[in-house]
Protein backbone atom coordinates (compact mmCIF):
# COMPACT_ATOMS: atom_id res chain seq x y z
CA UNK A 1 0.00 0.00 0.00
CA UNK A 2 1.48 3.15 -1.25
CA UNK A 3 1.97 6.11 2.25
CA UNK A 4 0.50 8.61 0.38
CA UNK A 5 -3.00 8.06 -2.25
CA UNK A 6 -4.69 10.25 -4.03
CA UNK A 7 -8.22 10.15 -5.73
CA UNK A 8 -8.72 10.66 -8.81
CA UNK A 9 -6.36 9.90 -10.71
CA UNK A 10 -7.84 11.53 -13.73
CA UNK A 11 -10.02 14.01 -13.77
CA UNK A 12 -11.75 16.02 -16.58
CA UNK A 13 -13.56 19.46 -16.00
CA UNK A 14 -15.35 21.93 -17.98
CA UNK A 15 -13.71 25.47 -17.21
CA UNK A 16 -16.00 27.17 -14.00
CA UNK A 17 -16.25 23.75 -12.46
CA UNK A 18 -15.85 23.28 -9.11
CA UNK A 19 -12.90 20.39 -8.67
CA UNK A 20 -11.75 18.48 -5.18
CA UNK A 21 -8.87 16.11 -5.04
CA UNK A 22 -8.26 13.92 -2.72
CA UNK A 23 -5.49 13.15 -0.90
CA UNK A 24 -4.61 9.91 2.46
CA UNK A 25 -1.84 9.35 3.89
CA UNK A 26 -0.74 6.42 6.07
CA UNK A 27 2.26 7.83 7.92
CA UNK A 28 2.37 10.61 11.04
CA UNK A 29 3.44 13.63 9.60
CA UNK A 30 4.35 17.41 10.49
CA UNK A 31 3.28 18.77 7.09
CA UNK A 32 1.76 17.99 3.95
CA UNK A 33 2.88 19.67 0.47
CA UNK A 34 0.24 19.94 -2.46
CA UNK A 35 1.97 20.21 -5.58
CA UNK A 36 1.73 21.17 -8.82
CA UNK A 37 3.37 20.41 -12.18
CA UNK A 38 2.75 21.46 -15.40
CA UNK A 39 4.22 19.24 -18.77
CA UNK A 40 7.76 19.38 -19.36
CA UNK A 41 8.17 19.01 -15.20
CA UNK A 42 8.63 21.99 -13.64
CA UNK A 43 7.10 21.98 -10.09
CA UNK A 44 5.63 24.45 -8.22
CA UNK A 45 4.76 24.39 -4.12
CA UNK A 46 0.83 25.43 -3.77
CA UNK A 47 0.57 24.82 0.18
CA UNK A 48 2.10 23.19 3.24
CA UNK A 49 0.07 23.00 5.69
CA UNK A 50 -0.07 21.36 9.22
CA UNK A 51 -3.47 21.88 10.42
CA UNK A 52 -6.68 23.74 9.05
CA UNK A 53 -7.04 25.22 5.91
CA UNK A 54 -5.21 27.72 3.44
CA UNK A 55 -6.62 29.92 0.82
CA UNK A 56 -4.67 31.43 -1.75
CA UNK A 57 -6.75 32.56 -4.52
CA UNK A 58 -9.28 30.19 -6.63
CA UNK A 59 -7.22 27.19 -4.54
CA UNK A 60 -7.88 26.19 -1.24
CA UNK A 61 -5.99 23.28 0.90
CA UNK A 62 -7.42 22.06 3.94
CA UNK A 63 -6.23 18.57 6.15
CA UNK A 64 -7.65 16.28 8.76
CA UNK A 65 -4.69 15.49 10.73
CA UNK A 66 -6.82 12.82 12.73
CA UNK A 67 -8.00 11.05 10.09
CA UNK A 68 -4.99 11.68 7.88
CA UNK A 69 -6.69 12.91 5.28
CA UNK A 70 -6.34 16.67 3.26
CA UNK A 71 -8.02 18.05 -0.01
CA UNK A 72 -6.93 20.55 -2.71
CA UNK A 73 -10.24 22.67 -3.99
CA UNK A 74 -10.00 24.79 -7.43
CA UNK A 75 -13.03 27.20 -7.52
CA UNK A 76 -14.13 28.57 -10.99
CA UNK A 77 -12.06 26.57 -12.91
CA UNK A 78 -10.09 27.78 -15.51
CA UNK A 79 -8.00 25.91 -19.04
CA UNK A 80 -4.51 27.26 -17.11
CA UNK A 81 -5.17 25.39 -14.44
CA UNK A 82 -4.94 21.93 -16.13
CA UNK A 83 -2.10 20.20 -14.63
CA UNK A 84 -0.71 17.41 -12.55
CA UNK A 85 -1.90 18.05 -8.48
CA UNK A 86 0.53 16.27 -6.25
CA UNK A 87 0.21 15.58 -2.64
CA UNK A 88 2.86 15.19 -0.48
CA UNK A 89 3.86 14.29 3.01
CA UNK A 90 7.41 15.08 4.70
CA UNK A 91 8.73 11.26 5.51
CA UNK A 92 11.60 12.17 7.90
CA UNK A 93 13.23 14.92 9.86
CA UNK A 94 14.99 15.74 7.60
CA UNK A 95 12.61 16.94 4.81
CA UNK A 96 12.61 14.41 2.31
CA UNK A 97 9.21 14.39 0.68
CA UNK A 98 6.91 10.98 0.01
CA UNK A 99 4.49 11.80 -2.25
CA UNK A 100 1.49 10.73 -4.06
CA UNK A 101 1.23 9.52 -8.02
CA UNK A 102 -0.48 12.77 -8.55
CA UNK A 103 -3.94 14.04 -10.30
CA UNK A 104 -4.14 14.66 -13.90
CA UNK A 105 -6.63 17.39 -14.00
CA UNK A 106 -8.00 19.12 -17.44
CA UNK A 107 -10.09 21.72 -17.47
CA UNK A 108 -12.24 22.48 -20.87
CA UNK A 109 -13.29 25.25 -22.09
CA UNK B 1 19.53 33.23 -9.78
CA UNK B 2 15.52 33.67 -9.39
CA UNK B 3 15.29 29.90 -8.59
CA UNK B 4 16.83 26.01 -8.86
CA UNK B 5 18.35 25.39 -12.08
CA UNK B 6 19.14 22.02 -14.02
CA UNK B 7 21.37 21.39 -15.93
CA UNK B 8 21.05 19.78 -18.64
CA UNK B 9 17.47 19.52 -18.85
CA UNK B 10 17.54 16.36 -21.64
CA UNK B 11 20.23 13.59 -22.03
CA UNK B 12 20.44 10.62 -24.18
CA UNK B 13 22.70 8.08 -22.99
CA UNK B 14 23.41 4.62 -24.43
CA UNK B 15 23.04 1.73 -22.37
CA UNK B 16 26.55 1.79 -19.77
CA UNK B 17 27.36 5.16 -20.30
CA UNK B 18 28.38 7.59 -17.14
CA UNK B 19 26.18 10.36 -17.11
CA UNK B 20 26.29 14.14 -14.79
CA UNK B 21 23.53 15.81 -14.33
CA UNK B 22 23.83 19.27 -11.93
CA UNK B 23 21.77 21.30 -10.29
CA UNK B 24 22.59 25.10 -8.78
CA UNK B 25 19.99 25.89 -6.40
CA UNK B 26 18.67 29.03 -4.71
CA UNK B 27 21.62 30.72 -3.43
CA UNK B 28 21.43 30.59 0.52
CA UNK B 29 19.58 27.21 0.45
CA UNK B 30 21.52 25.43 3.33
CA UNK B 31 18.64 21.98 2.10
CA UNK B 32 19.10 20.08 -1.25
CA UNK B 33 17.06 17.19 -2.30
CA UNK B 34 17.22 14.78 -5.45
CA UNK B 35 14.07 12.89 -6.59
CA UNK B 36 13.42 10.88 -9.53
CA UNK B 37 10.36 10.70 -11.38
CA UNK B 38 9.64 7.68 -13.43
CA UNK B 39 6.86 8.28 -16.26
CA UNK B 40 3.19 8.54 -14.70
CA UNK B 41 4.80 8.20 -11.21
CA UNK B 42 4.74 10.68 -8.62
CA UNK B 43 8.70 11.68 -7.49
CA UNK B 44 10.59 9.88 -5.51
CA UNK B 45 13.30 10.66 -2.97
CA UNK B 46 17.07 10.06 -3.69
CA UNK B 47 19.15 11.49 -1.71
CA UNK B 48 19.34 14.90 0.43
CA UNK B 49 22.30 17.28 1.49
CA UNK B 50 22.31 19.80 4.09
CA UNK B 51 25.22 22.35 2.79
CA UNK B 52 27.74 19.88 1.87
CA UNK B 53 27.11 16.93 4.31
CA UNK B 54 25.17 14.12 2.25
CA UNK B 55 22.49 13.50 5.88
CA UNK B 56 20.49 11.12 3.77
CA UNK B 57 21.34 8.82 0.87
CA UNK B 58 18.30 6.11 1.32
CA UNK B 59 16.57 6.48 -1.95
CA UNK B 60 20.24 5.82 -4.02
CA UNK B 61 18.72 2.69 -6.26
CA UNK B 62 21.87 1.25 -6.19
CA UNK B 63 25.72 2.09 -5.83
CA UNK B 64 25.84 3.17 -9.69
CA UNK B 65 24.54 6.64 -8.33
CA UNK B 66 26.33 8.45 -7.00
CA UNK B 67 25.60 12.78 -5.83
CA UNK B 68 27.91 15.39 -4.28
CA UNK B 69 27.54 18.83 -3.18
CA UNK B 70 31.13 19.80 -2.18
CA UNK B 71 30.79 23.30 -1.28
CA UNK B 72 27.61 23.54 0.05
CA UNK B 73 25.93 25.17 -3.19
CA UNK B 74 25.85 23.39 -6.54
CA UNK B 75 25.31 19.26 -6.14
CA UNK B 76 25.56 16.65 -9.01
CA UNK B 77 23.68 13.94 -9.26
CA UNK B 78 26.16 10.84 -11.27
CA UNK B 79 24.83 7.71 -12.50
CA UNK B 80 27.15 5.26 -13.63
CA UNK B 81 27.10 2.28 -16.52
CA UNK B 82 23.37 3.54 -16.60
CA UNK B 83 20.69 1.12 -17.62
CA UNK B 84 17.52 1.46 -18.99
CA UNK B 85 15.89 1.37 -15.46
CA UNK B 86 17.43 4.37 -15.23
CA UNK B 87 15.25 6.61 -17.65
CA UNK B 88 13.27 9.03 -15.80
CA UNK B 89 13.06 12.47 -14.73
CA UNK B 90 15.93 13.66 -12.39
CA UNK B 91 14.49 16.38 -10.09
CA UNK B 92 16.33 19.08 -7.58
CA UNK B 93 14.84 20.93 -5.10
CA UNK B 94 16.11 23.10 -2.43
CA UNK B 95 15.00 24.84 0.45
CA UNK B 96 16.09 27.55 2.88
CA UNK B 97 16.16 25.71 6.06
CA UNK B 98 17.46 22.13 7.15
CA UNK B 99 15.22 19.50 8.29
CA UNK B 100 11.79 20.07 9.31
CA UNK B 101 8.79 21.31 7.48
CA UNK B 102 10.02 24.07 4.64
CA UNK B 103 8.56 24.84 1.14
CA UNK B 104 11.69 23.22 -1.35
CA UNK B 105 11.54 24.94 -4.46
CA UNK B 106 11.92 22.52 -7.63
CA UNK B 107 14.11 22.67 -10.51
CA UNK B 108 12.68 21.75 -14.18
CA UNK B 109 13.87 18.65 -13.88
CA UNK B 110 16.43 16.31 -16.52
CA UNK B 111 14.99 13.86 -18.49
CA UNK B 112 17.38 11.30 -18.91
CA UNK B 113 16.44 8.77 -21.35
CA UNK B 114 19.16 5.65 -21.46
CA UNK B 115 18.95 3.59 -24.47
Known amino acids: KNEVEQSPQNLTAQEGEFITINCSYS?????LHWLQQHPGGGIVSLFM???GKKKHGRLIATINIQEKHSSLHITASHPRDSAVYICAVLGGSQGNLIFGKGTKLSVKP | GAGVSQSPRYKVAKRGQDVALRCDPI?????LFWYQQALGQGPEFLTY????????KSGLPSDRFFAERPEGSVSTLKIQRTQQEDSAVYLC?????????????FGAGTRLSVL
Open chain 1, 49 to 51: LSS
Open chain 2, 27 to 31: SGHVS
Open chain 2, 93 to 105: ASSLAGGGANIQY
Open chain 1, 27 to 31: VGISA
Open chain 2, 49 to 56: FQNEAQLD
